[in-house]
């Protein structure tokens, strides 16, 4: 286990509607990256935090957003939700600094979108 | 549980041989590369890295191999147990020391008792 933490485990939402999960970081760590995995696909970027700012964003549209808190816990928010938004979403949490970074999973948050 | 892979390519091996499962990159600009395993409903979890600048790096039964001149990595898995049965996932960095994590489309790795 990484001890990073992810909530809820599984979450069904309807089209249009908004929805924000939660990811504790591992112990130590400074930033914390969200990632969106299809099913039968690798993880993709969305974007990062690093003191409480977005460190670099994928190929996302700005209804993905995100925040990170003082004790580097953070949130992301997808607002009018649409059917290609299943999947899973995966928190990865690392210490900043050096050459790449070693990114920590947690175990993700299933979301549906009906 | 959680149904990763439904369509990987799919490595069959004997339990106690070994494993060598391979991946191809594109940017020649990385310079950070891990691999991850991922079991049915858990996150990816990490296995072993390497910096562009070293190209062999061995974990305890894992070893990763960099070849930058044709952009390949290779992990190899000696002993290989049942409990190494998992989807597994190559990623890369954009380069220049970038936080951002680029992965493959993973191999799932099945061990024959």
């Known amino acids: 286990e990484t001890g990073v933490t992810q909530s809820p485990t599984h979450l069904i939402k309807t089209r249009g509607q908004q929805v924000t999960l939660r990811c504790s970081s591992q112990?130590?760590?400074?930033?914390v990256s969200w990632y969106q995995q299809a099913l039968g696909q690798g993880p993709q970027f969305i974007f990062q935090y690093y003191r409480e700012e977005e460190n670099g964003r994928g190929n996302f549209p700005p209804r993905f957003s995100g925040l990170q808190f003082p004790n580097y816990s953070s949130e992301l928010n997808v607002n009018a939700l649409e059917l290609d938004d299943s999947a899973l979403y995966l928190c990865?949490?690392?210490?900043?600094?050096?050459?790449?970074?070693?990114?920590?999973f947690g175990p993700g948050t299933r979301l549906t979108v009906t | 549980g959680e149904n990763v892979g439904l369509h990987l390519p799919t490595l069959s091996v004997q339990e106690g041989d070994n494993s060598i499962i391979n991946c191809a990159y594109s940017n020649s600009a990385s310079d950070y590369f891990i691999w991850y395993k991922q079991e049915s409903g858990k996150g990816p979890q990490f296995i072993i890295d390497i910096r562009s600048n070293m190209d062999k790096r061995q974990g305890q039964r894992v070893t990763v191999l960099l070849n930058k001149t044709v952009k390949h990595l290779s992990l190899q898995i000696a002993a290989t147990q049942p409990g190494d049965s998992a989807v597994y996932f190559c990623a890369e960095n954009e380069g220049d020391s970038s936080y951002k994590l680029i992965f493959g489309s993973g191999t799932r790795l099945l061990v024959r008792p």
């Open positions: 990865a949490s690392a210490v900043a600094g050096g050459q790449g970074e070693k990114q920590y």
């Open positions: 112990s130590g760590h400074n930033t």
